[in-house]
T-cell receptor
Framework: TQLLEQSPQFLSIQEGENLTVYCNSSSVFSSLQWYRQEPGEGPVLLVT?????EVKKLKRLTFQFGDARKDSSLHITAAQPGDTGLYLC????????????FGAGTRLAVHP | NAGVTQTPKFQVLKTGQSMTLQCAQDMNHEYMSWYRQDPGMGLRLIHY???????DQGEVPNGYNVSRSTTEDFPLRLLSAAPSQTSVYFC?????????????FGPGTRLLVL
């Protein structure tokens, strides 16, 4: 059974601080996705990283895929209250359907 | 486009009752799937379909049935609800095949089984 451990589970920070969320596994994934979920809504895809060592930037968010394609990180620079939400990582399992294995999520609260 | 729609938004059931959670997408996506989201456990795949007439089990299929008679619709059936099925259920769809295809989620159905 493939598992994706996400940490930390909760983060409460002040506006302007930096933070990093980690996803780790002992399994190799075809790619890794990061989602953001607002209360009462479904997850929305932020980014997909495919190649080992790949780094993608989305404004103040930086996503990195580990060299061995087993882990990933999300770094937010100068967090803003609008960044508040649940962040989920999901590993794409190699195979015909490309199933997703989700981490448990990181609930981020950014206070003004 | 409406994207992925789910009905109902909320449902309360008694143990042993049956119900069907509806999911529809208007993007002509081949792949559709059902997940449940529980606190501290992320989303877990229940069943999925790679096209009309084709379904398969995910991580936690017990207690749930699915069918896919059309490309657009992918209903999830609970034949005899149990309190352990209290959860938030999400339907998702994506174009088939490529690993980088974006998966679109519906707004969810919140189910409480008493």
């Amino acid at each position: 059974t493939q598992l994706l451990e996400q940490s930390p589970q909760f983060l409460s920070i002040q506006e302007g601080e930096n933070l990093t969320v980690y996803c780790n596994s002992s399994s190799v994934f075809s790619s890794l996705q990061w989602y953001r979920q607002e209360p009462g809504e479904g997850p929305v895809l932020l980014v997909t990283v495919v190649t080992g060592g790949e780094v993608k930037k989305l404004k103040r968010l930086t996503f990195q895929f580990g060299d061995a394609r087993k882990d990933s990180s999300l770094h937010i620079t100068a967090a803003q209250p609008g960044d508040t939400g649940l962040y989920l990582c999901a590993g794409v399992v190699p195979g015909g359907y490309n199933k997703l294995i989700f981490g448990a999520g990181t609930r981020l609260a950014v206070h003004p | 486009n409406a994207g992925v729609t789910q009905t109902p938004k909320f449902q309360v059931l008694k143990t042993g009752q049956s119900m069907t959670l509806q999911c529809a997408q208007d993007m002509n996506h081949e792949y559709m799937s059902w997940y449940r989201q529980d606190p501290g456990m992320g989303l877990r795949l229940i069943h999925y379909s790679v096209g009309a007439g084709i379904t398969d089990q995910g991580e936690v299929p017990n207690g749930y049935n699915v069918s896919r008679s059309t490309t657009e619709d992918f209903p999830l059936r609970l034949l005899s609800a149990a309190p352990s099925q209290t959860s938030v259920y999400f339907c998702a769809s994506k174009r088939g095949g490529l690993k980088q295809e974006t998966q679109y989620f519906g707004p969810g159905t919140r189910l409480l089984v008493l």
